[in-house]
């Protein structure tokens, strides 16, 4: 099999329906054992046997079968591949090489890769494309109680406002958009505060006056008939009948004046009555309102609109997202921003720089990251805290602060009653750790006392900065993991073949398959598989021979095998010999030379079957070569071209194709249709060539010619040829043709 990340992911879901039973869920990407997987049931993870079955895998999809009944609303099922990261299969450094293990081995890899993936696409990550930010979160005592959020400037983590803060906000979202609603109202309220807590502090009044409005409209109107009245005194008199009324005006006459001055206002105020009334409940919320300034009013209608966001479902779930992981955020904030506080002591020995409760410590610094010393406490009057390299100012990525702002370096030193009257934070020294700053030399140290009071900086890169300056390395790492890991699990082999690459990269020349003779990088002992004519050839030192007879020599040698069989002793016979029934022995003197080439190279043929063992070797540490890139191409060629098994392969055959046969213990070469046998040694045996000739004398020692089919044994000599018998001749059973006598 061979599994590809692209079309494996490693997790499947299926929804049962409510009421419904449903036991079998095929496993539709490729596992390797039952406890690869991994299976939840409404996000409860389930335990193997107690609760399912696994069948299939191996490297193969499969089925979990299981018993679930959909709940309300149904269930739902999620299946997951998780295997183990470990090494299954072990090769050893000699002996046959299994292809199969080998395959599987690297199939598991690029499934734990697969597995990887999935789990590395559902985390919290940053976009491809965004530029190198550092991630860590702030230290946990910074991030805890607080929300995630970014910086403005540089978009690191950061500690955002604290979770009370925000749920307070949350809880309260409806009333802030209220506000923000009205805001203009909220301002011009803001304006006239003065005159709401009076109006709220007569509001029986306004209403009365309120109540009575037209009326007081009217005296106001007819000012001078009243003046005529004082001239009519009898109708005064008249008007005594109603004096309890008039006295009652003559006791409010000046606020009847003053509603006169200001009938236009009342006249609006009572087309208002319900809204005055309104407000005079709310008399000690107008009065807080009231006690607010204009600015903080007009920072709320400012954002007024960011609030009402943080009003939303949505805003609302994210906050609650961002408030779970609050002390991971602190604690990537604090990573990029630390805070020292100074103080300074006397141990014994003179004044020193205490940070955060330690006496002149020397302190460690990254690359990258932002460091504050805060010399707000008293103690530090007179001492000003400056950096220097070696024996010069230090000032990259410096800044300086006084009553809390910035300043200048000359301003800072020079001031050394810089406490007094000040508040928290209004005294410090802040350095962001440049690229360039050197990673040793820097010392912090006072300005006025000099370096006994400080101590020596280390500057480091951070991990962080580390891994974003590196991103694109990580991400190729992350793309060839699967081949990482596949080298880390086998180091030890990586290590055998590195100190053994002299004979890896000597192989390739060792065997060559190709339609012409190499003629180059010759040694004694290479081999070479000619494709034009099938024939497995060795180098002799000088030439290229073959491992076997040609075909028109294992006619000759077939024909051979065929005629000496019978077992005929032919006495002495001391005339020369002409055969009636054939020239087979002449035709054997004729291509001696044949013979004789055959013969000769019967050591080379002993060579290559002696090196068989040689050739195993290489077979055995084919797991070794198969790690080393730089040869992969050929060694993956050579475990197809080479194969030891116990019966011929059936699948990737190429001409020239080499398999040893464990169960007959032969090396076998593919001819392009099948496979044939190589025969050390060559004339071993006359059966196995059609055509025979012989290269020398043939030496019977002390055994017979015989024919053990009882058929003729026929010497014919060819044209002018003769038949020679030397010695005693055994006449029985012989019968000689003197066709032609010399």
Aim: hydrophobic share 40%.
């Amino acid at each position: 099999m061979t599994i590809s990340v692209s079309n494996n992911t490693p997790r499947v879901s299926y929804a049962v329906s409510e009421g419904a039973t449903q036991t079998s869920f095929t496993v539709n990407f490729e596992f390797f054992a039952d406890a690869d997987l991994r299976v939840f049931v409404d996000n409860t993870l389930k335990t193997i046997t107690t609760h399912y079955t696994v069948s299939g895998g191996n490297g193969s999809t499969g089925t979990v079968t299981m018993s679930v009944t959909g709940a309300s609303g149904g269930s739902t099922v999620v299946i997951v591949r998780a295997i183990a990261l470990e090494r299954t299969t072990d090769f050893p450094t000699s002996g046959a090489f299994n292809i199969s293990s080998l395959n599987t081995e690297l199939d598991r890899i690029i499934a734990i890769h697969a597995d990887v993936d999935d789990t590395a696409d559902r985390g919290l990550r940053l976009q491809e494309s965004d530029d190198a930010v550092a991630t860590t979160l702030p230290l946990k005592d910074a991030r805890k109680g607080t929300v995630l959020a970014f910086n403005a400037t540089t978009g690191v983590p950061e500690a955002g406002p604290s979770i009370s803060s925000v749920t307070t906000v949350a809880t309260q979202s409806a009333n802030i958009n209220t506000v923000a609603g009205i805001s203009a109202n909220v301002t011009t309220v803001a304006g006239i505060h003065a005159n709401v807590t009076t109006v709220a502090g007569i509001s029986s009044n306004v209403t009365t006056v309120a109540g009575v409005s037209s009326n007081v409209t009217t005296v106001a109107g007819i000012q001078a008939n009243v003046t005529t009245v004082a001239g009519i005194a009898s109708d005064v008199t008249a008007v005594a009948g109603i004096s309890s009324d008039v006295a009652a005006v003559e006791d409010i006459k000046a606020n009847v004046t003053t509603v006169a001055g200001i009938s236009a206002n009342v006249t609006t105020v009572a087309g208002i009555s319900s809204n005055v009334t309104s407000v005079a409940g709310i008399a000690s919320n107008v009065t807080t309102v009231a006690g607010m300034n204009a600015t903080h009013l007009s920072n709320v209608s400012g954002v007024a609109s960011n609030v009402a966001l943080l009003g939303t479902s949505d805003a609302v779930s994210d906050l609650n997202t961002l408030a779970a992981i609050s002390s991971d955020i602190t604690s990537l904030a604090n990573s990029l921003e630390k805070t020292y506080t100074v103080t300074v002591a006397n141990p014994g020995s003179g004044n020193v720089f205490v940070l955060d409760s330690s006496n002149a410590p020397a302190i460690e610094m990254f690359r990258g990251n932002t460091y504050i010393f805060n010399q707000n406490d008293a103690t530090n009057d007179g001492h000003p805290l400056v950096f220097k390299n070696g024996s010069s100012a230090y000032e990259v990525g410096v800044t300086y602060f006084l009553n809390g702002s910035e300043t200048t370096q000359s301003n800072y030193v020079n001031t050394t009653n810089f406490n007094a009257g000040r508040s928290s934070g209004d005294r410090k020294v802040q350095i962001e750790v440049a690229t360039s700053a050197p990673s040793s030399g820097l010392r912090y140290y006072c300005y006025v006392h000099g370096n006994g009071m400080g101590n020596t900086i280390t500057v480091k890169d951070s991990n962080i900065s580390l891994v974003a300056g590196s991103i694109a390395n990580v991400n190729t790492t992350a793309g060839g993991i699967t081949n990482i890991n596949t080298v880390a699990g086998s180091i030890s082999n990586v290590n055998t073949v590195a100190s053994n690459i002299t004979g890896v990269n000597t192989f390739t020349e060792r065997y060559r398959v190709a339609s012409s003779a190499p003629s180059s990088s010759l040694d004694a002992g290479d081999l070479y598989f000619d494709t034009s004519l099938n024939e497995l050839k060795a180098y002799n030192g000088s030439a290229w021979q073959s491992t076997a007879p040609s075909a028109a020599n294992q006619v000759n040698i077939n024909t051979v095998a065929g005629e000496i069989t019978a077992q005929e002793d032919l006495g002495s016979i001391t005339e020369s010999v002409t055969t009636s029934s054939g020239s087979n022995i002449t035709t054997v003197g004729q291509a001696i030379a044949n013979v004789n080439t055959v013969a000769g190279i019967s050591a080379n043929v002993t060579t290559v079957a002696g090196i068989s063992a040689n050739v195993t070797s290489v077979a055995n540490i084919a797991s070794n070569v198969t790690t080393v890139a730089s040869n992969v191409s050929g060694v993956n060629s050579f475990a197809e071209r080479y194969r030891v098994a116990s019966s011929a392969p059936t699948s990737s055959l190429d001409a020239g194709d080499l398999y040893f046969n464990t169960s007959t213990n032969t090396l076998n070469y593919y001819n392009g249709s099948s496979f044939v046998a190589v025969v050390a040694g060559a004339m071993t045996s006359l059966a196995v060539d059609s055509s025979p000739q012989l290269g020398g004398n043939l030496d019977v020692n002390g055994n017979s010619i015989v024919s053990a089919s009882n058929g003729d044994i026929t010497i014919a000599p060819n044209g002018s040829g003769e038949i020679n018998l030397n010695g005693t001749v055994n006449t029985d059973n012989l019968t000689i043709d003197f066709g032609s006598v010399a």
